[in-house]
């Protein structure tokens, strides 16, 4: 079965420092998310993209971070200068017409 | 108000009983629902989704929506120690596919031999 793959599965970083996180979608899926859950707490919403574009963005997505999709099969999120407070699980999902968000397996960010 | 609140839990049935998962949300523009299964450390997986009023069966799973009571639950019935996880429930006001889910806090259900 098809599946969205996340890497790094860990990712450890200074405060301060920039991090790319990296999403494979599933093929042929148009719509792309990232979502962040902290330890313990539920899974939030950050941004939505369709056809090259945030669709739909929550507040916790400033200025910090951008997304972007550089070729056909790769969909990123950047945190140009990451705060103790990043530090979570983030997980990318995609969906297509009629079909629910699958997610992978996410990248614990760890930043010291 | 919180948008979608989920029975506290945590919940623990025996071997074989049935569980019984609840979830209600705030937002009668809320247009499909979802119960994705997550343990501990993974990523959720999407177990049943329902956007239309009434009952959803998927092998031992039964998805219920009442969107007039803005009330959505999952049944577990046979339940098995490996259904042990954490229960999300998420709400889109979009459509099947696109759109922000919405979820709610979880609840731990934990089945015993």
């Known amino acids: 079965e098809p599946e969205v793959t996340q890497t790094p599965s860990h990712q450890v970083t200074q405060m301060g420092q920039e991090v790319i996180l990296r999403c494979v979608p599933i093929?042929?899926?148009?719509?792309f998310y990232w979502y962040r859950q902290i330890l313990g707490q539920k899974v939030e919403f950050l941004v939505s993209?369709?056809?090259?574009?945030?669709?739909?963005k929550s507040e916790i997505f400033d200025d910090q971070f951008s997304v972007e999709r550089p070729d056909g099969s790769n969909f990123t999120l950047k945190i140009r200068s990451t705060k103790l407070e990043d530090s979570a699980m983030y997980f990318c999902?995609?969906?297509?017409?009629?079909?629910?968000?699958?997610f992978g397996d996410g990248t614990r960010l760890s930043i010291l | 108000q919180k948008e979608v609140e989920q029975n506290s839990g945590p919940l623990s049935v025996p071997e074989g009983a049935i569980a019984s998962l609840n979830c209600t949300y705030s937002d009668r523009g809320s247009q499909s629902f979802f119960w994705y299964r997550q343990y501990s450390g993974k990523s959720p997986e999407l177990i049943m989704f329902?956007?239309?009023?009434g009952d959803k069966e998927d092998g031992r799973f039964t998805a219920q929506l009442n969107k007039a009571s803005q009330y959505v639950s999952l049944l577990i019935r046979d339940s098995q120690p490996s259904d042990s996880a954490t229960y999300l429930c998420?709400?889109?006001?979009?459509?099947?596919?696109?759109?922000?889910?919405?979820f709610g806090q979880g609840t731990i259900l934990t089945v015993h031999p």
């Open positions: 329902i956007y239309s009023n």
């Open positions: 093929s042929n899926h148009l719509y």
């Open positions: 999902a995609s969906g297509d017409i009629n079909q629910p968000q699958h």
């Open positions: 998420a709400v889109n006001k979009g459509g099947t596919s696109y759109g922000k889910l919405t």
């Open positions: 993209f369709y056809n090259n574009e945030i669709s739909e």
